[in-house]
């Protein structure tokens, strides 16, 4: 089942949400919400997979929400203002519902929701032998070897992620999320540094105050979330003052 909730500020809006929500087969409401707080609430304590958001709501417009979020779930905007529709596509939400729309509407949007969960869950079974330290990815109807010591940095790309390989000289695209990927990885040896970056650490060249300098001359900027992290991570390298 693919996990989602409701956010409108409106509650016949969010009504029918849930109305529509509950006719589609693989999908489970995890919570209605009144706004983004409690949205936000809602994904600090459950699992979800996909939300439907309006825009323009009090406090915290669903825009600004989505952009707030390191890891966002999967987006599908709801709203009466067509004009949103262009900045929808710019945070690379899955849709855009504009009100008021009807249930064969809302189910073309679950359609496009279900193919990257089911996607996603197709290019989930990432192995990693203890034996040699390799990864093995699905990626172009190919399974790719990486091994751990070449991977250089990961770049998070809305829903797909670069692998940049030292002993490649493109990177391996794969559709995974940044979550799923950090937690195949040994701690000791990568570490999550920006909300769209995760390092090799034996790849840091210098650290400034904001950006890390790795292999091959790339920069890579420090997350003001990750920064006390790394900077302890850091300091347990240093030698003297």
């Keep these: 089942m693919i996990r989602v909730i409701a956010v409108d500020d409106e509650p016949l809006a969010l009504r029918q949400l849930g109305s529509y929500i509950a006719k589609i087969p693989y999908f489970t409401l995890v919570a209605p919400c009144k706004s983004a707080l409690e949205a936000s609430a809602v994904l600090e304590k459950e699992q979800v997979d996909a939300m439907f958001l309006d825009i323009n709501m009090p406090d915290l417009s ?29 945070v690379e939400a899955v849709d855009y519902l504009l009100k008021p729309f009807s249930l064969s509407d809302f189910q073309a949007a679950a359609a496009k929701v ?7 869950e197709a290019v989930s079974d990432v192995s ?40 490649r000289p493109d990177p391996v695209v794969v559709l995974l999320s940044m979550k799923k990927f950090e937690e195949r990885l040994p701690s000791d040896k990568f570490m999550r540094v920006h909300k769209s970056y995760i390092i090799n650490l034996s790849c840091i060249s210098e650290v400034s105050k904001n950006r890390i300098l790795l292999q091959g001359d790339v920069s890579v ?17 240093f030698l003297g003052k």
């Design 114 to 120: 279900k193919k990257i969960c089911d996607m996603r």
């Design 62 to 90: 669903g825009m600004d929400f989505v952009h707030s979020l390191a890891n966002p779930p999967l987006v599908v905007f709801t709203t009466a203002y067509s004009e949103y529709a262009v900045e929808g596509y710019k």
């Design 221 to 237: 900027p420090i997350g003001d979330i990750y920064r006390p992290a790394f900077s302890a991570w850091l300091d347990g390298k």
């Design 128 to 167: 990693m032998p203890d034996a040699d330290d390799a990864l093995f990815f699905k990626t172009d109807y190919k399974i790719v070897r990486v091994e751990l010591g070449s991977i250089i940095y990961v770049e998070g790309m809305s829903e797909y992620l670069k692998i940049h390989v030292a002993t």
